[in-house]
């Protein structure tokens, strides 16, 4: 779940014709209605009182909504994650996706967040990403600067007050250190600097989340270190926890190294923001997929793009689902679609043709002489033709329809897989 920075003008509002989204979008905004905030208005101007120079409830509240609206389309596609974490801001769409909190208790903890942070005469403060590993950063920051996301092994985010926050981000500039501004509508979060709020955001929270439920398996904290996961407070999606939240370091470096590095990661924002930091802390192996894209054209398109690549790799969302539903027997007149379905003749493809003759291809083994070696690949005292001698029998084949050498024939083995153990018989043995 993304945190602060995937926000984007318009966000959200292409997927609006998605029925899911939008009902969810439509209930979020009436929740949000009783305290002045028009959230369409929002997406498409980014503010919620544009006479406010330091605006940071409508990034709240339109992050959270579009997460939530995103969760309850997979939700209804059957998409089930069998973990889920996020980055600062991000955890109250964890809570909501664990079954902890309900849309409504999740979209006013983001409200609230953010009435805290405006209405308590913060310092100006600035936040910035810095391209060095956590301990590194924490020992170089001066005062009044402080290492609050350790991100991944060569990412930290900074925050502090603004001044001397904008020096050492040049400082560092110019020992050829990657450093860049975050916008955070001049706020320092994660520090010392937000703790100010603390009364008012603990009040808000304690009335959202009346009865606190526990945090499942699943869901892998980021603002509590693992050796602190037995602690009652760690346990609890509480209003105690969400403050906490907002207080501590970002531990999402560690959080992230306990995903299988062979899994399949949806990030749920308005863009796919923390992917570069995932691919190089989770490797290679995962397959990482957005469901929104800032400057995307069509978001529509962008979204069903990545619903049909997760199909492609075994996830089953039920796309059907995002249709009305057809009910039979249809009325008479019902027009039929066979007569507006085309073969697609556009790209032309290569098609070996092969003589019959050149269909049949035998290979003899003779294992009483040079292929005896064969009988000693034994499993359970039994003998069993090996794995290597399916792919051999197929490569010969392949190389004799192209009347060759197989050792002349190179070739890439792909999804290998022998669906049943060949036994040679009584006849075979020495």
């Not at 339109?62 to 389309?73: F, N, R, S, Y």
């Not at 930290?156 to 501004?181: C, D, H, W, Y």
């Not at 043709?353 to 690949?377: C, T």
């Amino acid at each position: 779940m993304t945190g602060m920075g995937c926000q984007w003008l318009g966000m959200g509002l292409q997927l609006m014709q998605i029925s899911e989204f939008a009902k969810s979008m439509l209930r979020s905004a009436e929740v949000l209605k009783p305290y002045k905030i028009d959230l369409l208005k929002v997406l498409k101007e980014g503010k919620t009182e544009p006479q406010k120079e330091r605006n940071i409830t409508a990034s709240f509240v339109g992050i959270c909504a579009i997460q939530i609206a995103l969760i309850d389309v997979l939700r209804s596609l059957n998409v089930k994650a069998d973990g889920i974490v996020g980055h600062s801001t991000g955890e109250l769409a964890c809570a909501y996706a664990d079954g902890c909190c309900t849309a409504e208790q999740t979209i006013l903890a983001a409200y609230f967040r953010g009435y805290s942070v405006e209405n308590a005469n913060l310092p100006q403060g600035r936040m910035a990403a810095v391209g060095l590993p956590w301990e590194e950063v924490k020992k170089m920051c001066p005062k009044d600067i402080y290492a609050v996301c350790d991100n991944a092994d060569d990412s930290v985010t900074i925050s502090g007050l603004k001044e001397p926050l904008e020096k050492f981000v040049e400082s560092l500039k110019q020992k050829n250190i990657f450093a860049r501004m975050v916008d955070t509508h001049g706020y320092s979060f994660h520090c010392e600097h937000i703790l100010p709020i603390v009364p008012t955001l603990r009040k808000a929270m304690n009335e959202i989340i009346i009865d606190p439920k526990p945090r499942s398996e699943r869901w892998i904290s980021s603002s509590y270190p693992k050796s602190e996961w037995d602690k009652q407070e760690s346990k609890m999606a509480s209003a105690e926890y969400f403050v906490h939240n907002l207080m501590s370091s970002v531990l999402f470096n560690d959080a992230v190294k306990m995903i299988p590095s062979d899994a399949i990661i949806i990030e749920i924002g308005p863009h796919f923001l923390l992917q570069s930091l995932l691919k190089r802390t989770v490797g290679p192996k995962a397959l990482y997929f957005g469901l929104m894209k800032r400057n995307e054209e069509n978001n529509i398109k962008f979204l069903m793009e990545s619903l049909g690549t997760l199909y492609v790799e075994g996830v089953n969302p039920k796309i059907e689902r995002l249709y009305p539903p057809v009910k039979f027997p249809v009325p008479r007149g019902t027009p039929m679609i066979s007569d507006l379905i085309r073969w697609n003749h556009s790209e032309s493809y290569f098609v070996p043709k092969y003589s019959s003759k050149s269909r049949v291809f035998s290979l003899e083994f003779h294992f009483f002489s040079n292929d005896s070696y064969i009988l000693d690949h034994k499993i359970d005292r039994k003998v069993l033709f090996p794995a290597t001698g399916f792919i051999y029998l197929a490569w010969e084949a392949l190389a004799s329809k192209k009347e060759k050498q197989f050792e002349q024939v190179p070739i890439v083995i792909e999804r290998f897989k022998v669906h049943k153990p060949v036994i040679m018989g009584q006849q075979c043995k020495h």
